[in-house]
C-alpha cells in the first residue's frame, strides 16, 4: 500500500489550495479514503472521509462549508479541496485508507507521509 500526498503549501489566510493522494498498491475502488491532520503539539484529527462510490461523505464540524473530498477511481486519486484558509488550518495533512463501518468511517493503519499547508501572511 502506497499513499502519496502532494499539493501543500505556503498560503495567505483566506486562500485555497488543493491536495491530491495517490494510490498505488491496492484496488483502490474497493476502499473509503480520507484525509486527516496534524497541527504542531497536537494529536492527528480527522478531516473528511468518502465511500468508494463517493455517495457517503463526512466532515469534521471544524471544516464543514469549507473543504470538500471528491475522489477519482480511474486515477486511483482523492482530493481535498481547501477554502477560506486560517492559521488554526496550518498542519501536515495525510491520506488515509479506511472503511465505513455502520456509517462511521473507520481509519486503517495506511498512512502517507504528509504534506504540509501552512497559512500565514
Known amino acids: 500500500v502506497q499513499l502519496v500526498e502532494s499539493g501543500g503549501g505556503l498560503v495567505q489566510p483566506g486562500g485555497s489550495l488543493r491536495l491530491s493522494c495517490a494510490a498505488s498498491g491496492f484496488t483502490f475502488s474497493n476502499y473509503a479514503m480520507s484525509w486527516y491532520r496534524q497541527a504542531p503539539g497536537k494529536e492527528r484529527e480527522f478531516v473528511a472521509a468518502i465511500s468508494w462510490g463517493s455517495v457517503n461523505v463526512v466532515y469534521a464540524d471544524s471544516v464543514k462549508g469549507r473543504f470538500t473530498i471528491s475522489r477519482d477511481n480511474a486515477k486511483k486519486t482523492t482530493y481535498l479541496q481547501i477554502n477560506k484558509l486560517t492559521p488554526e488550518d496550518t498542519a501536515v495533512y495525510y491520506c488515509?485508507?479506511?472503511?465505513?463501518?455502520?456509517?462511521?468511517?473507520?481509519?486503517?493503519?495506511?498512512w502517507g507521509q504528509g504534506t504540509q499547508v501552512t497559512v500565514s501572511s
Open positions: 488515509n485508507r479506511g472503511r465505513f463501518i455502520n456509517g462511521d468511517y473507520e481509519a486503517q493503519n495506511s
